[in-house]
């Protein structure tokens, strides 16, 4: 048995090369897509399980999220806790027959796996990757720059946040060394000349990632003009949140997403367009690796799933036995 601490996680995946992002991103779109594939067979012949999560909130105000699920070769149960401190917690991963395989801090793992499932459709998009925008300056926005920079051919970065700049400005000062073509900028809201900074800039903008928890649009659909975009929402996750309005939602040929039953419980912007399951495609419906072919907007929504955990934490174990890392208990 393994523990990956924080910077066992941090050190494996900062490290990864294109070759192993493309290999974890094709794990990852293995398990959606037997998710998607046998989620309507009859229990005994799933070979993937992801029942509901459930959440208590206690009189401290704290909210934990228990996320059970199964891929048959493993079974764990991530355990976060959200507070005033943000997230925190672990992911447990078990054998087949309920030995302990590993145990890892969860926040990195988690920011990793939702921008490692936004680049699913993201990699099959044809069009331009060159001007990116991203909403947010958190652990999710930070992973989603650092996989379009691994995965895609990128001329700009424009890092769009409410407060401070947070982390984005040291990833920046690290990523300019690394990739010297790219023009990384961040554009507060508080600057007196936002909106007309923002709007050409979005007019403009090959692929939008937002990576908030906001309740209210970052734009509205009339900034984006015609043109055919990626946009990808990982943020909302209650019927009171959402990241875009319902045009630009709707700006595509359907709305791509992780889970169908998922995105239409929690996700606010579905929720607020009366979207229906028809509407919704699972990515793990996508077979193959060939490029959409649509003069459309390409729109994702991801809530995210006790799954997508588990076969990353798999994936890191066995990254960690190769690189020799983590610390190893082997009379647990
Ligand atoms: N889909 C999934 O599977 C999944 C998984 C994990 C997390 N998430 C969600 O992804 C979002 C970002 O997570 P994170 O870990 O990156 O969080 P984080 O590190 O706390 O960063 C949150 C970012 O969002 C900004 N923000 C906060 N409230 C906002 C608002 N009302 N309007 C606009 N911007 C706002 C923050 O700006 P300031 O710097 O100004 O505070 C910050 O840049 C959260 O909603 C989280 O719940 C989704």
């Known amino acids: 048995m393994i523990v990956l601490k924080e910077r ?5 995946l900062s490290n990864l090369s294109a070759t192993e992002c493309h290999r974890l991103l094709s794990s990852l779109h293995d398990v959606l897509r037997a998710y998607s594939s046998c989620k309507d067979a009859a229990l005994s012949e799933q070979t993937v399980h992801q029942p509901e999560r459930e959440s208590i909130v206690t009189r401290l105000g704290n909210t934990s999220l228990f996320m059970p699920s199964s891929i048959t070769t493993s079974t764990g149960i991530k355990i976060v806790t959200i507070s005033a401190n ?6 447990n991963v078990f054998a087949p027959e309920g030995d302990l395989l590993g145990l890892l801090n969860a926040e990195e793992v988690t920011a990793f796996r939702t921008a490692l499932a936004v680049m699913i459709p993201y990699v099959r998009w044809p069009k331009s990757k060159k001007n990116i925008i991203v909403f947010g300056a958190g652990r ?17 970065i424009t890092v769009v946040n409410r407060g401070t700049g947070r982390r984005m400005e ?5 990523l300019s060394h690394r990739y010297p073509q790219v023009v990384f900028e961040l554009l507060l809201r508080t600057s ?27 734009f509205p659909s009339s900034y984006l003009g015609t043109k055919a975009r990626f946009i990808s929402l990982i943020g909302s996750y209650k019927p009171s949140m959402q990241e875009v309005d319902s045009a630009t939602l709707l700006s595509g040929d359907c709305v791509y997403v992780d889970t169908r039953e998922g995105c239409l419980a929690e996700a606010g912007e ?28 390409l729109i994702f929504k991801c809530v995210g ?8 934490a ?7 036995q190769e690189k020799r890392q983590g610390l190893e208990l082997s009379d647990f």
């Open 8 to 12: 066992d996680v941090h050190f494996l």
């Open 86 to 91: 943000g997230l925190k917690g672990c992911i």
């Open 140 to 156: 999710q926005a930070e992973w989603h720059v650092k996989l379009a920079l691994l995965l895609s051919d990128v001329e700009r």
């Open 170 to 174: 040291q990833l920046f000062a690290d």
């Open 192 to 218: 007196d000349d936002f909106d007309s900074r923002v709007r050409p800039l979005l007019a403009a903008s090959d692929v939008i990632f937002c990576c908030t928890p906001a309740t209210t649009p970052h």
């Open 270 to 297: 579905l929720i607020n367009a009366n979207v229906h399951g028809d509407q919704l495609i699972e990515i793990g419906q996508l077979q193959g690796t060939d490029p959409f072919t649509t003069n459309r907007s």
């Open 305 to 312: 799933m006790g799954i997508m955990d588990l076969v990353m």
């Open 314 to 320: 798999g994936e890191l174990l066995k990254m960690a």
